[in-house]
């Protein structure tokens, strides 16, 4: 099971941080995935980090979060985390994390209820 918290009202240029809450998994085993989905917009994957290490790189983001955003985790807590810096309006999203064993994927197994971020300008 997993659940986003996290969001809220903020304004463009300021920072959010989500956090992700995995629970009845071994989170060190899969990889965590952010996706959003902005209104009247399909859903778009965000920022993904690899649980176990495997060949290749160990984070991946999307080009309009690439150096604004960064993806993390403690897995001691079982708790992944998103901060989102430099806000902009068009950041404004349901924002959800999800997991997968086998790796970064499009489309991950496990889903938890989305958080919602506005971005006022």
């Known amino acids: 099971q997993l659940q986003a918290s996290g969001g809220g009202l903020e304004q463009a240029g300021g920072s959010r941080k989500l956090s992700c809450t995995v629970s009845?998994?071994?989170?060190?085993?899969?990889?965590i995935h952010w996706f959003r989905q902005a209104p009247g917009k399909e859903r778009e994957f965000v920022a993904a980090?690899?649980?176990?290490?495997?060949?290749?790189?160990?984070?991946k983001y999307s080009d309009s979060v690439k150096g604004r955003f960064a993806i993390s985790r403690d897995n001691s807590k079982n708790t992944a985390y998103l901060q989102m810096d430099s806000l902009k309006p068009e950041d404004t999203a349901v924002y959800y994390c999800a997991a997968d064993i086998r790796g970064i994927v499009t489309s991950p197994d496990y889903w938890g209820q989305g958080t919602l971020v506005t971005v006022s300008s």
């Open positions: 009845g998994v071994t989170m060190s085993n899969y990889a």
């Open positions: 980090e690899v649980g176990i290490r495997l060949s290749g790189p160990d984070k």
